[in-house]
């Protein structure tokens, strides 16, 4: 009888997309950007109920965002170098406790609470599932990167409209119930994390061993990242006065009703998602720097009208601004770890902590203002943020040829 010697294991081959994880991935990130966005929705409810000022409003933003943002960057610096797997169904918990925290919160400490536990889930499953896409990419990293963004687009767009149809129908206790949503996406996380621990680290190493070009000198890496870091400045300063202050700023100009305001919301976080789906693909086939030249300055000329327009144009405008702003981020993130390619963690963490920490600087900041000057002239200033998209001129050359 003929022996068969044995072999070794075939290497994986990095270059294939899985599907099926990146589409796991997303939908938790669904859910759990839902359960994230379910606090500016309700920031209404609260302003009434506890007499909040605008700055309170703020100050809620920025406790939950700097939170997230502080430990993102040291939790995918960490996972670089001792990657932990478990951490994403973990983390799940934390959004889980801050919604439950939410729900019976009548206190303005109880609220900030709630508001940090929220910001803890999302410093744990962003880097981390973020780095678990770029393992299941394969050659298709923008659009992997697309795919598991808009999970969290979807989820910030049905955050108010969950608001609109539940929370202020049953009120505020009736956040305990989305809660119970974080337990599907533990669920979901602990086979993701399986794959990763099993098959994820090791595609990783093999597209590091695969890939044909030399990393950048550390200097030009150094600027791209910083000028990648400029861009989500000027980003998500805009989108911070949208995403927390746009149902403020319908009612008080047009006199909408707080589940009107809240639909509008809802309009303009899906045109959002809407965009992210675009933007990683686009990135792929025609180079990353061509979407992020579109996506920061192609939004100037909507967002200097959106303030001077009437509820009719309001409308559509907002939408379209959310369409092209969000196209950036994918391409962001990807570019960035192409800067990086050693450090993906690192760089994804890095990038959605600051995207946080700003948007919540950011919301803190316009709060403060629109208690002095009125929220229709913080409208007026933000437009011109888009600006700064001219900080592309100086990012460095790194396309590899457009993928068919």
Not at 1 to 17: F, R
Not at 49 to 63: A, K, P
Not at 315 to 322: D, E, H, K, R, S
Request: with cysteine; charged share 10%.
């Amino acid at each position: 009888m003929a022996t068969i010697s044995p072999t070794a294991p075939a290497a994986p081959d990095a270059s294939k997309t899985v599907l099926g994880i990146i589409v796991a991935i997303s939908l938790c990130h669904l859910i759990n950007d839902m359960m994230q966005s379910l606090l500016p929705a309700i920031y209404p409810g609260l302003a009434k109920e506890l007499s909040l000022s605008f700055g309170q409003i703020g100050l809620i933003t920025l406790v939950y965002q700097i939170t997230a943002s502080i430990l993102q960057p040291i939790i995918g610096l960490v996972a670089d170098r001792k990657p932990a797997p478990l951490a994403l169904p973990i983390g799940t918990l934390f959004s889980m406790a801050g919604l439950a925290v939410l729900s019976i919160a009548h206190v303005y400490w109880l609220v900030l609470l709630g508001a940090a536990l929220l910001g803890m889930g999302s410093s744990i499953f962003h880097p981390e599932s973020s780095r678990v896409a770029r393992m299941a990419s394969g050659s298709r990293p923008g659009f992997a990167q697309s795919l598991f963004q808009v999970g969290g687009n979807a989820g910030s767009a049905l955050g108010p409209l969950a608001a609109a149809l539940v929370v202020v129908r049953w009120g505020q206790t009736s956040l305990a119930a989305f809660a119970l949503l974080s337990l599907l996406s533990a669920a979901i996380l602990w086979n993701v994390s399986r794959w990763y621990k099993h098959h994820g680290l090791a595609r990783l190493q093999a597209g590091k061993k695969a890939r044909k070009t030399a990393p950048l000198p550390q200097g030009k890496a150094r600027l791209g990242i910083a000028v990648l870091l400029g861009l989500v400045f000027s980003k998500y300063i805009y989108l911070a006065s949208l995403t927390s202050f746009y149902t403020f700023y319908l009612i008080e100009k047009f006199h909408l009703s707080v589940a009107q305001a809240q639909f509008q919301l809802f309009l303009f976080l899906a045109a959002v998602a809407a965009g992210t789906v675009a933007g990683g693909p686009l990135g792929d086939r025609f180079g990353r720097t061509y979407v992020l030249w579109f996506s920061i300055l192609g939004a100037l000329p909507f967002a200097l009208l959106l303030p001077h327009a009437s509820l009719a144009w309001t409308t559509p405008l907002a939408m379209v601004i959310g369409l092209i702003l969000a196209s950036a981020f994918p391409a962001i993130i990807v570019f960035a770890q192409e800067l990086m390619p050693d450090n993906v963690g690192t760089v994804s963490g890095l990038f959605f902590g600051f995207a946080f920490g700003v948007g919540g600087i950011g919301a803190a900041a316009l709060g403060w203002a629109a208690d002095k000057v009125g929220i229709e002239t913080v409208y007026h200033w933000v437009a011109f943020m888009p600006v700064l998209g001219l900080l592309c001129l100086f990012l460095p050359r790194i396309e590899r040829p457009a993928q068919v």
